[in-house]
T-cell receptor
Framework: DAKTTQPPSMDCAEGRAANLPCNHSTISGNEYVYWYRQIHSQGPQYIIHGLKNNETNEMASLIITEDRKSSTLILPHATLRDTAVYYC??????????FGAGTQVVVTP | DGGITQSPKYLFRKEGQNVTLSCEQN?????MYWYRQDPGQGLRLIYY???????QKGDIAEGYSVSREKKESFPLTVTSAQKNPTAFYLC?????????????FGPGTRLTVT
């Protein structure tokens, strides 16, 4: 079973920030939190990952709680092209990923 | 361009036939993976390989076989023993950084068995 829990779907208005939550209460000390997204019928695309510190790149920000049991992916200014399924993954020490069902994000005009 | 190539994009086979899906990467990554995705579901790991001539079963390996004779190639054979082979198949490779891993995915092969 996947080690993460995400809401099945969420809507976001274009231009607004999208905040995607993820629970990973059984995460162990050496496991990273990864976020990927998958646009319909394509391969998943890497977004960001982190261990315990907050991370930011050109696509998104990742906020990890101090106890590391949950995290939030922030898309600062959602566009229509951000409509996709977003996966939160906790990976073991050499990158064996377990994908859950993810969150279907729909960005509306 | 660097990346992962999967071919063909669509594949049709008759029930009872074995079929091999191609996956090639020119990223010089050591590790490669095969996933299966069913409609509305997440990805499930079939097989993975951390190094040439070595591979391990993932969560749903029954009815599948792989080989890793070259670093850049990791073909997947869907055998007639796989009860529900129709699915979207994704290949990935990964590189380890000092701070975690990053997996790159191919475009996928959609297999239909009738």
């Amino acid at each position: 079973d996947a080690k993460t829990t995400q809401p099945p779907s969420m809507d976001c208005a274009e231009g607004r920030a999208a905040n995607l939550p993820c629970n990973h209460s059984t995460i162990s000390g050496n496991e990273y939190v990864y976020w990927y997204r998958q646009i319909h019928s394509q391969g998943p695309q890497y977004i960001i990952h982190g261990l315990k510190n907050n991370e930011t790149n050109e696509m998104a920000s990742l906020i990890i709680t101090e106890d590391r049991k949950s995290s939030t992916l922030i898309l600062p200014h959602a566009t229509l092209r951000d409509t996709a399924v977003y996966y939160c993954i906790v990976a073991d020490s050499w990158g064996k990923f377990q994908f859950g069902a993810g969150t279907q994000v729909v960005v509306t005009p | 361009d660097g990346g992962i190539t999967q071919s063909p994009k669509y594949l049709f086979r008759k029930e009872g036939q074995n079929v091999t899906l191609s996956c090639e990467q020119n990223l010089n990554h050591d590790a490669m993976y095969w996933y299966r995705q069913d409609p509305g579901q997440g990805l499930r790991l079939i097989y993975y390989s951390q190094i040439v001539n070595d591979f391990q079963k993932g969560d749903i390996a029954e009815g599948y076989s792989v080989s890793r004779e070259k670093k850049e190639s990791f073909p997947l054979t869907v055998t007639s023993a796989q009860k529900n082979p129709t699915a979207f198949y994704l290949c990935a490779s990964s590189i380890a950084y000092e701070a975690g891993y990053e997996q790159y995915f191919g475009p996928g092969t959609r297999l239909t068995v009738t």
